[in-house]
């Protein structure tokens, strides 16, 4: 028998309705509220994404050109191959025959090498091709050829996608100043290093944008809301870099490394006047769209360390001892001050102790009574340690970060390093003897160029210039040549000229010089120093130098461990002569002296004259260095 439902019991079944139907309504209130109050912006947001479209427009990253207006950087339409593994009917034949149709488009130097590369490329497509997703890019970069020989395979659920992609026409020439271009972590387009890294912004452009509204198909509305922002271009970046003459640079630098063994090798050309860098090179070097192993570590490349020595520019991004070649810069100080004239004596009766360590010349030899002029000549390093401290710590340190170096250049190039000069009251009497003759201190080679070129053009201090022009659609920016300040008078800057002359003339350099015509310049061979101490066995041999009379252009060879010699008379002066041959021939530039020319000797050639002085080196130079006084390199 059924009980009656009782007054109260339905009463709580009402209750419990009303409380749940209250508790719904007020979940909802709070749901609308969140949605149209707090997640405003975000559902329209939303809504607008279903009924409008949006398309990026790229733009055009800009070119880069030598001063004779050659593209050394552009951008040309590539393609980037893809495939749908879901499609795929073979994944093994896909993977075996587009690997060996990507292999056939690399050259090899051994049939080794190309079954190594075949197997990885089989290996990366094929893990790809078996992953769990409906879309895997496979390559990029291909050229239309290449797309054309993979579409000619007939492989079902691959395809292609147009993409713009980095090209150098004159393959690995200034790769150091150009630097390359690659994804970054977002996927998109980034310049590394030299321009293309320094210049990115300038480069790179502004993408555009088209806006418009379709219907619930996703189709666009032919009467609904468009809008279209176009994209800004890249600029154009034109360089001082002279095209043949980096080319005339870059392949005398590659034989005079080889011939003379040594690890690395840099050229700089400029123009002293402007301080426009005409060419500037290293060896080895690298090809710039080759940049696959770009970001990997040293496990995953084994010859990454190769890689990096090859990309780094060490024109401007590696610091050494320059030796010698920074007693031009002591001198200039000594004559620009009044302390010294070319016709001032000194004395070098042998060894000379400072703070309890030992100075002597780099072969051991002591001349008695020298001239200023006779120091540059025998590059005398008791001179030198004379000279600096005649002109005193606190005068020294100032006249060489005056000459600009310990700071950056300001050259429009990553990477570039500041070098060490000590603060003056942190010298002892050897660390000013040192740094007179160059050691104990550190510069990059364009510092030392660069400084060198303010004896040669009166006494400034340039600002390395390597941009000449920024050109945009409807204008052209010119970059002017800019003073930094006055280091030296013309006056010192005159005498300085006649004396480095008398240098070359009647120094070691004379058994490789161009008959016919006077050069000015300073030689420079300093050991380098390995945990703590200088290594009599490797040097950095210096050759810097000019041409007197038309003063076109000055220019600085730099060999790292050479070991045909220790010598940079006999490896860095033969390299220097052999492209200033190059460059007088290339510019017409007449001789001092007609009937004096003759062939230059190839620089295999060593002078076989007994009598011909070697070039100074850090053998022996100081004895007991304190290790603060040594730069590790």
């Known amino acids: 028998m059924r009980r009656p439902i009782s007054p109260t019991s339905n009463n709580s079944r009402i209750y419990i309705l009303q409380l749940t139907a209250s508790l719904g309504v007020l979940v909802l209130i709070v749901r609308l509220f969140f949605i149209q109050v707090l997640g405003h912006e975000k559902y329209k947001a939303l809504a607008q994404d279903q009924y409008w479209n949006l398309q990026e427009i790229p733009a055009k990253r800009g070119d880069i050109l030598s001063s004779d207006s050659y593209k050394l950087a552009t951008t040309q339409v590539s393609f980037l191959l893809y495939a749908q593994p879901k499609v795929l009917l073979n994944i093994n034949d896909a993977a075996q025959r587009l690997s060996e149709t990507l292999t056939s488009f690399v050259v090899f130097e051994d049939e080794r090498s190309r079954l190594e590369y075949k197997e990885k490329t089989y290996a990366k497509i094929y893990d790809s091709l078996n992953l769990d997703l409906y879309w895997v890019r496979l390559a990029s970069g291909l050229d239309p050829d290449q797309k054309a020989a993979i579409e000619s395979l007939g492989i079902t659920g691959i395809g292609f996608e147009e993409q ?52 619930a198909l996703g ?20 360089l001082s870099i002279n095209r043949a003459v980096q080319y005339m640079v870059e392949s005398r630098l590659k034989e005079g490394v080889e011939t003379y063994g040594a690890i690395s090798g840099s050229v700089i050309v400029m123009d002293p006047f402007t301080g426009d860098v005409i060419a500037m090179a290293n060896y080895p070097t690298y090809d710039p769209t080759d940049f696959s192993d770009f970001g990997m570590s040293e496990e995953e490349n084994l010859e990454g360390g190769k890689k990096k020595i090859e990309r780094t520019n060490l024109a401007i991004s590696q610091t050494y001892e320059p030796g010698s070649v920074i007693k031009s810069l002591t001198v200039s100080a000594g004559i620009d001050l009044g302390k010294i004239v070319p016709e001032s004596t000194f004395v070098d009766a042998g060894p000379v102790v400072y703070s309890d360590y030992t100075i002597n010349n780099w072969d051991g030899r002591h001349h008695g009574v020298q001239t200023i002029v006779q120091l540059l000549q025998k590059s005398n390093n008791i001179g030198a340690a004379w000279v600096g401290h005649l002109v005193g710590a606190s005068s020294i340190v100032e006249y060489f970060r005056n000459f600009g170096l310990g700071n950056v250049t300001g050259i429009e190039l990553e990477g570039e390093d500041t070098g060490l000069i000590k603060d003056a009251d942190t010298l002892t009497d050897i660390d000013l003897a040192t740094m007179s003759f160059g050691q104990g201190m550190s510069a990059t080679p364009l510092q030392v160029l660069n400084a060198f070129n303010s004896i040669v053009n009166g006494g400034n201090l340039m600002r390395p210039r390597i941009v000449q022009k920024i050109i945009e659609s409807d204008r052209v920016i010119d970059i002017p040549a800019q003073v930094l300040r006055r280091v030296i008078s013309k006056e010192a800057s005159a005498t300085m000229t006649g004396m480095l002359t008398q240098a070359v003339s009647g120094g070691e350099s004379r058994y490789f010089n161009l008959k016919g015509y006077d050069i000015a310049g300073k030689t420079g061979t300093a050991q380098i120093p390995v945990n703590g101490k200088y290594d009599p ?16 252009f000055t220019m600085l060879v730099k060999l790292q461990e050479p070991s045909s010699s220790t010598y940079a008379s006999e490896t860095a002066v033969p390299l220097w002569m052999q492209i200033a041959n190059d460059l007088v021939n290339y510019y017409g530039i007449a001789p001092d002296d007609p009937s004096a020319v003759e062939p230059l000797k190839s620089p295999q050639l060593i002078s076989e004259d007994p009598e011909a002085p070697k070039e100074e080196s850090a053998v022996g130079v100081v004895e007991d260095v304190p290790e603060d006084s040594i730069l590790e390199q």
């Open 164 to 215: 713009p992609a980095r090209y150098y026409p004159e393959g690995s020439l200034a790769s150091h100043v150009l630097g390359f271009v690659a994804s970054n972590e977002e996927g998109n387009p980034q310049g590394y290093f030299g321009i293309e890294g320094a210049l990115n912004g300038d480069l790179q452009g502004r993408p555009g944008r088209i806006v418009e509204e379709r219907d």
């Open 219 to 238: 189709n666009p509305i032919l009467v609904g809301g468009y809008k279209r922002i176009d994209s800004i271009d890249g600029r154009d970046i034109s």
């Open 537 to 552: 066995s490797k040097t950095n041999a210096t050759f810097i130098g000019y041409l007197p009379t038309s003063k076109k």
